[in-house]
């Protein structure tokens, strides 16, 4: 499933502001209609949408599409970042751990981010999570809109909102140093691919749930999605599904957090 693909060395320092604690932007705070203010999440606003091969250019575990709703929840803003990791875990198990605390953790495995949710929650009382693969699409294509990356449909934009192989220097960066999509969330689409909540179901669209599906109730394996510092554009694409054993650590595979709306107070 992997493809090992090199580009010319880039260099990206930005130091991200962001990182860590960060309130929610006005807008999408207005947006929320309400809905509790989490540090460092968006707030995404559920609804129905077709999930899947929507431009018929994709694979045949992304088909058939189909419409599915999700309710309202929260998605952070970046991935999960060597820092907040290292706050929790104490260790810090990246192969770019010279990229910095900026930087999102990687060469964690579903089960490693299973042990930082557990003990995330028992310090903060809150019940974070990995967001399943129809909220993480849903929010990738900004509410569930025909987007192909997060931000975009024009692959020639596609490196101002994702690091990926045309110029990541074969490296992670800094989250949020690329343009959001827009509700407000930064590489979706590349920097390291986020491990989902469900289950590895390659065949699952084709008995999905329509309401707040999760994904099959057994199998071994488990989904990631948005792709990498090393995906060509074609595996970034929002709708490519991965799937990989939960023991699997690599440096392109990190996470990001989710939490249920009625789980926000
Ligand atoms: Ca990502
Ligand atoms: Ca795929």
């Known amino acids: 499933m992997l493809l090992a693909l090199v580009c010319a060395a880039c260099v990206d320092v930005r130091p991200e502001a962001t ?68 706050e929790i875990m104490r260790d810090n198990p990246s192969q770019f751990a010279d990229c910095g605390d900026d930087c999102p953790v990687e060469r964690v495995s579903w089960d490693d981010a299973q042990e930082y949710l557990r003990r995330l929650n028992r310090k903060t009382g809150r019940n974070y999570r990995l967001p399943t693969e129809a909220e993480w699409e849903y929010a990738a294509r900004d509410r569930g809109r025909a987007m192909r990356w997060a931000g975009t449909n024009d692959e020639s934009e596609l490196g101002d909102f994702a690091w990926y192989v045309v110029n990541s220097g074969n490296t992670t960066h800094p989250v949020s140093t690329k343009k959001p999509n827009r509700l407000g969330l930064y590489d979706m689409t590349g920097n390291v691919n986020e491990w989902m909540w469900d289950r590895w179901g390659k065949w699952y669209y084709r008995v999905s749930l329509r309401d707040n599906p999760r994904g099959p109730a057994t199998g071994n394996g488990r989904a990631s999605r948005g792709g990498s510092w090393w995906s060509v554009a074609r595996f970034a694409r929002i709708g490519n599904r991965y799937a990989d054993d939960p023991s699997y650590r690599a440096g392109n595979h990190g996470l990001r957090l989710a939490l249920g709306a009625l789980e926000a107070k």
């Open 19 to 86: 990182v860590g604690i960060a309130a929610p932007n006005t807008a999408e705070r207005a947006r929320s209609g309400g809905a509790a203010s989490v540090a460092g999440m968006i707030f995404v606003s559920g609804g129905c949408y077709q999930i899947g091969d929507i431009f018929d250019e994709g694979e045949p575990d992304e088909r058939p599409v189909h419409e599915v709703c999700v309710d309202d929840f929260y998605l952070a803003e970046h991935e999960v970042t060597q820092r907040q990791w290292t």
